[in-house]
């Protein structure tokens, strides 16, 4: 299932992500960072492809050719939070 960065509604994607591409609700750009497997923001440029050019403008559409759709992770990071936190609670016991 893929979801815009910005409104999180479900897209219906048949086909590869356009440059000029938007979400039909609220018309941010599809290809860019925000929608991009590589992004995270707990990196270097907030890539972890490390042969991409940088880009400043990660909500905006750009020419990356290691664009790639992200699939919504909302289940695994729920996940991982419940496992963090249990392992914190574990931790912390008395």
Do not use: W
Not at 30 to 56: G, H, I, K, P, W
Not at 62 to 91: H, I, M, Q
């Amino acid at each position: 299932m893929k979801v815009c960065h910005r409104c999180g509604k479900e897209l219906v994607i048949p086909r590869v992500v356009g440059r000029k591409d938007v979400c039909p609700d609220c018309r941010a750009d599809l290809r860019c960072c925000l929608n991009c497997t590589f992004y995270d923001d707990r990196v270097y440029n907030q890539c972890r492809e490390s042969q991409a050019e940088r880009v400043l403008e990660k909500d905006r559409s750009n020419f990356c050719d290691y664009f790639v759709y992200r699939e919504a992770d909302s289940e695994r990071k729920s996940g991982e939070k419940k496992t963090a936190r249990d392992k914190l609670e574990s931790l912390f016991r008395k």
